[in-house]
């Protein structure tokens, strides 16, 4: 069974192939409307602490080092992943979030972890 995990800014509008649409941020995205928002599931807690989130502050430079924190908090967080993992292999999910910078973003290292975790299983 193929799982197709995608990672789209929340602003971005909403395609068919979207499939589940998924918040993985702890916070609200600035000047969107939850009536107009498109999202299917806000998993909050999946999102990295907001002590991690506040000590990043998207500094490119810190970027490897949150990466590194937010992986271990991911392994405390193992029922949260499942959820998403389940989801995945139920059909096409994307990973939604709100920071300017999508490649330094924390649903770029919970796309790599889901798509590592259902690689083993194939």
Same mark, same amino acid.
């Given at each position: 069974?193929?799982?197709?995990?995608?990672?789209?800014?929340?602003?971005?509008?909403p395609?068919?192939?979207?499939?589940?649409?998924?918040?993985?941020d702890?916070l609200?995205?600035?000047g969107?409307?939850?009536?107009?928002?498109?999202?299917?599931?806000?998993?909050?807690?999946?999102?990295?602490?907001?002590? %991690?989130?506040?000590?990043?502050?998207?500094?490119?430079?810190?970027?490897?080092?949150f990466?590194?924190?937010?992986?271990?908090e991911?392994? &405390?967080?193992?029922?949260?992943? &499942?959820?998403?993992?389940?989801?995945?292999? /139920?059909?096409?999910l994307?990973?939604?979030?709100?920071?300017?910078?999508? /490649?330094?973003?924390?649903? &770029?290292?919970?796309?790599?972890r %889901? /798509?590592q975790?259902?690689?083993?299983?194939?």
């Open positions: 069974m193929s799982c197709k995990i995608g990672v789209k800014r929340v602003y971005e509008p395609a068919a192939a979207d499939g589940m649409r998924v918040l993985v702890r609200w995205p600035r969107l409307r939850k009536d107009a928002a498109s999202i299917d599931l806000w998993l909050k807690e999946v999102a990295p602490s907001a002590a %991690l989130r506040k000590w990043y502050g998207h500094e490119p430079e810190r970027w490897p080092e990466r590194k924190r937010y992986e271990a991911l392994d &405390e967080r193992q029922a949260d992943v &499942e959820t998403l993992l389940r989801l995945a292999r /139920e059909g096409p994307t990973l939604l979030y709100a920071a300017r910078d999508g /490649e330094r973003s924390n649903a &770029e290292v919970l796309w790599e %889901l /798509e975790r259902l690689a083993r299983r194939s």
